[in-house]
């Protein structure tokens, strides 16, 4: 996940609700500025991502943070709280601290004041999610939630009562905007909520990420505003409906396939940060690029990057060209490092996830009312 802060919402016309959102340091370069980091993560051994099936359906945790996540602006209660929240399509759950929680990680974040909300109602269910970087287990109630104009009453939601791994993360809680089906509280998302009572003219959200200033990310609901890409948007339909997974035909570097060769899944993930693929197969990727491991990431030399070429992502048989420049980011003292990442999952299937460096090149629609995703060229 890309850290961002929000500073206002914004209508941008009476079917389209557009957040505006601002690219933020993570704690890892906080760390890494001071030299902190190789400690920091000794101390607080975080475990990778999981990934498991209920079912035929899909369940993606939280990925760890890394480098960038999104937040943005929410508000919950009456009258409103505030609070910073990932928009995660990896994730359904909407959930923030609350006032009850004594964790160390719920009192460096904002905690919802329950008895301060005339419209808050409890309920005595209780859940538990696990995340990469991190656990929570909290009860779901139901208050008023507001997402710019957009208002849902008596939404459903998880207040944490523990959280552990989350103390330096600068996030509040997480709104999921993937399927109900894999909701771990079992509470409807907002976005169903949302459509299901009309307060979108169209069930879709999209998806800007600016690629190099602060500001300039949005994410929006119930339309497109075309302005932020170039082009035709090109629909790929998802394998099952329950998920934001596709089908991937290759990955290719120098007219070679290097990776998916006969065919692979793939999640469209606006909560992870980087690309995630198969050790082996990402290991082949970090050799090609002539990248060399250093600490936890892989490094090329910056002044090799206009010499290295694009990796190319064919999904339902339209090639997703990936430049170095954007698949080579830069730490905190300026050194190039490479953007692929292993998962380490045990899965039957070759399985990548396409996170905000994908996305930060491609801008992306999520069609709820015809289970697609639609991709174009990010301006």
């Known amino acids: 996940m890309k850290w961002l802060v929000v500073l206002g919402l914004v209508a941008f016309s009476e079917c389209i609700v557009k957040i505006p959102l601002r690219r933020v340091k993570t704690m890892r370069k906080i760390l890494s500025e001071k030299n902190m980091l190789n400690n920091f993560l000794k101390e607080r051994a975080y475990r990778l991502s999981q990934i498991s099936f209920r079912g035929s359906n899909l369940t993606h945790p939280l990925r760890n943070i890394r480098d960038l996540v999104y937040v943005g602006r929410i508000t919950i209660g009456t009258p409103p709280q505030e609070f ?61 939630v507001r997402i710019g104009d957009l208002v849902s009453t008596d939404q ?81 339909p998802l394998i099952q409906a329950g998920g934001w997974i596709v089908h991937m035909d290759r990955i290719s570097f120098e007219r070679k396939v290097i990776a998916c060769s006969g065919g692979c899944e793939a999640l469209v993930d606006t909560g992870a940060p980087l690309i995630d693929g198969p050790k082996p197969l990402v290991d082949n990727i970090q050799k090609l690029i002539g990248a060399t491991p250093r600490g936890s990431k892989y490094y090329v030399s910056c002044s090799a990057v206009s010499t290295l070429p694009s990796i190319i992502f064919t999904i339902n048989s339209i090639n997703y060209r990936l430049p170095a420049r954007a698949y080579i980011l830069k730490d905190s003292r300026g050194h ?44």
């Open 336 to 379: 190039c490092y490479t953007a692929f990442k292993e998962h380490r999952l045990s899965l039957p299937k070759e399985f990548w996830i396409l996170g905000d460096v994908f996305l930060r090149r491609y801008f992306s629609v999520f069609d709820r009312g015809n289970d697609r995703i639609g991709l174009a060229r990010a301006v």
């Open 156 to 236: 459903p939601f998880g207040l944490s009562t523990a959280e552990y791994g989350f103390k330096d993360m600068p996030f509040d809680g997480v709104l999921g905007l993937n399927y109900p089906n894999i909701s771990s509280s079992g509470a409807i998302p907002i976005f169903d909520k949302l459509k299901n009572q009309g307060a979108i003219s169209e069930p879709v959200f999209a998806f800007y990420f600016s690629k190099d200033k602060r500001e300039g990310s949005v994410v929006m609901f119930g339309g497109v505003d075309h302005r932020y890409y170039k082009g035709e948007l090109k629909w790929v």
């Open 84 to 144: 910073q929240v990932v928009f995660d399509t990896g994730s359904s759950d909407l959930w923030v601290p609350s006032d009850f929680c004594t964790s160390p990680a719920c009192s460096t974040h904002v905690r919802f004041r329950h008895l301060q909300s005339s419209t808050f109602r409890p309920t005595n269910k209780t859940f538990r999610i696990t995340y990469g970087s991190g656990r929570m287990k909290g009860v779901v109630a139901h208050d008023t």
